[in-house]
């Protein structure tokens, strides 16, 4: 029951992508919030995020994913981009602290363009995942602070450098994959 339902649902997002595949282009966002108070950053959820019961991942809402019968609460996508955010905040934070540069506020905010048709299978040639990300920062120092340029350039660079996320997805790291199953047999019987 449940593969006819997400057929079901997913069926007309297919045709639209195929007839008007400029629909299928979307751009997920995240942000977070810095202050002096410490070395964090808050993110700011979206109301996906907020009304999730359980922070359980499925699909998006262009591949279908609107409905918790057959589907998660929250797209991995967005929760990418927030894991990006956080920690590129983190460590904007870390080094500010190290370097001595004081930072009254701030905010951290990631963008990511999808392309559904890859994702849904429409068309073999589309990208499957980010075709591109944004990540960008705006600061405010504490009042009377002054940091020359190139002290604010090399917080940058350093924060580029020492995010984990931000190098994982730059540097594609070495990956394996395995799926393993067995099933129940009638006679009680497990098979691998």
Not at 36 to 56: E, Y
Not at 141 to 170: F, S
């Given at each position: 029951?449940?593969?006819q339902?997400?057929r079901a649902?997913q ?5 639209s992508?195929?007839?008007?595949p ?10 977070g ?8 950053c808050?993110?700011s959820?979206?109301?996906a995020?907020k009304?999730?019961q359980?922070?359980?991942?499925g699909l998006?809402q262009?591949?279908g ?8 609460e929250?797209?991995?996508?967005d ?8 920690c590129?905040g983190v460590?904007?934070?870390a080094?500010?602290?190290?370097m001595?540069i004081p930072?009254?506020?701030g905010?951290?905010?990631a963008e990511?363009?999808l392309?559904f048709?890859g ?7 589309a ?15 504490e ?7 190139e002290?604010v350039?090399?917080l ?8 984990v996320?931000?190098q994982?997805?730059a540097?594609?790291?070495k990956?394996s994959?395995?799926?393993r ?7 009680g019987i497990?098979r691998?």
């Amino acid at each position: 029951m449940a593969s006819q339902t997400l057929r079901a649902k997913q069926a007309p997002l297919k045709d639209s992508y195929r007839n008007n595949p400029s629909s299928a282009l979307v751009t997920l966002s995240s942000s977070g919030t810095l202050d002096s108070s410490s070395i964090i950053c808050k993110l700011s959820t979206g109301k996906a995020v907020k009304d999730a019961q359980s922070k359980i991942a499925g699909l998006h809402q262009n591949a279908g994913g609107d409905d918790p019968t057959i589907s998660g609460e929250l797209c991995s996508g967005d929760m990418l981009l927030e894991a990006l955010v956080a920690c590129a905040g983190v460590t904007l934070k870390a080094v500010a602290t190290a370097m001595d540069i004081p930072i009254h506020s701030g905010t951290v905010h990631a963008e990511g363009d999808l392309d559904f048709r890859g994702t849904m299978g429409v068309d073999r040639d589309a990208p499957v995942g980010f075709t591109a990300i944004r990540l960008g920062f705006e600061l405010q120092l504490e009042k009377g602070a002054e940091v020359p340029d190139e002290k604010v350039e090399k917080l940058g660079k350093l924060t580029e450098r020492y995010c984990v996320v931000l190098q994982t997805i730059a540097n594609k790291p070495k990956l394996s994959v395995s799926l393993r199953g067995s099933a129940e047999t009638e006679d009680g019987i497990d098979r691998g």
